[in-house]
């Protein structure tokens, strides 16, 4: 949090955003760790145990189905590859294979600048916020995922077309590539569902799920231990423990709660964690049912003491 800060953040701000990307990462780790573990993540608390299970099992229905589409279309996507090396001789459907050649070196192209930038990533993100401003990076990312994104629906539309057109000009099995329309149009139809359906439907999952964990509805194997809870500092609430909104370079905690982002008063119990950030009891309590890290820090709240509060701070 504070190198967002430090790029220019409001420390509000960038609070939030440590805190959300925090919370994600533990709820995709903690849902991985459960099904892993050979269970399904409870939600009982929501809606009765019925209606909990149903819930889960449409959850783990619709994860298997977005699975089967994505294994789909690596198998197509290897297929694609056998298929250009196979008709690079031969003179038929030249512009549905040059499509496919175009799709197959866009694809290897895009994953070989991301494996080769993942480890300067970081560091040209900082470079960005430093010089131009706070969340430029981000916004690249954005754009670039935004870009990509409607090439490659642009890509299947046409192909699409292409097939409509010339599906039925050439009827001869004994032509090379005779088959190659056909393959296109599931190949086509496979990534289109992946790009429309898949893809947003598991970021509108992860939504639904980060939602359910900091409501208390979403319980994994990294819940915490009874009483994980009871060791928490209880904290009077004070107008001078928490920084002025207006005042920038004021360190000293936010006067929100990282969960409900609701300001502090007397009404509503707060907690100071081991690793010294505060929290709304309640709001805690919740979060403690999907995990047991601290969710601006990922310290272990079960393992820390009030000695590794110095290093959570300086984490945060």
């Given at each position: 949090m504070e190198e967002l800060v430090r790029h220019g953040c409001d420390r509000r701000v960038a609070m939030r955003q440590v805190a959300r990307e925090n919370m994600g990462a533990e709820v995709?780790?903690?849902?991985?760790?459960?099904?892993?573990a050979g269970s399904l993540p409870g939600c009982a608390r929501a809606c009765g145990a019925f209606c909990g299970a149903l819930l889960v099992l449409l959850f783990v229905a619709?994860?298997?189905?977005?699975?089967?589409?994505?294994?789909?279309?690596?198998?197509?996507?290897?297929?694609?590859w056998f298929f250009s090396w196979w008709l690079f001789g031969c003179g038929?459907?030249?512009?549905?294979?040059?499509?496919?050649?175009?799709?197959?070196s866009a694809s290897l192209l895009e994953a070989f600048v991301c494996s080769a930038a993942r480890g300067c990533a970081e560091k040209v993100g900082e470079a960005l916020d430093a010089r131009i401003r706070p969340g430029c990076a981000r916004a690249c990312a954005?754009?670039?995922c935004a870009?990509?994104?409607?090439?490659?629906?642009?890509?299947?539309?046409?192909v699409q077309v292409m097939v409509a057109k010339g599906m039925g000009q050439h009827r001869d099995t004994e032509e090379c590539g005779h088959w190659l329309p056909r393959f296109m149009s599931w190949y086509s139809c496979f990534l289109l569902l992946q790009l429309l359906v898949v893809e947003p439907a598991l970021r509108a999952g992860m939504?639904?799920?980060l939602t359910a964990a900091t409501r208390g509805l979403l319980q994994t194997t990294r819940c915490a231990k009874p009483g994980t809870l009871d060791g928490m500092q209880a904290v009077t609430f004070d107008e001078g423990l928490f920084a002025k909104g207006d005042d920038p370079s004021d360190d000293r905690p936010q006067r929100e709660c990282c969960f409900c982002l609701e300001e502090y008063d007397a009404t509503a119990p707060i907690v100071r964690t081991p690793c010294g950030h505060m929290m709304h009891r309640d709001c805690l309590e919740k979060w403690l049912q999907t995990s047991h890290f601290c969710p601006i820090c990922r310290g272990d709240l079960e393992g820390l003491d009030e000695g590794d509060c110095e290093e959570g701070l300086l984490q945060a």
């Open positions: 995709r780790e903690g849902l991985s760790e459960t099904f892993h619709s994860l298997m189905l977005c699975a089967c589409v994505c294994a789909c279309c690596g198998a197509l996507h290897i297929c694609g038929h459907q030249k512009e549905l294979r040059l499509w496919l050649l175009l799709y197959q954005l754009l670039y870009i990509s994104f409607g090439l490659k629906v642009m890509w299947c539309v046409h939504g639904l799920a």
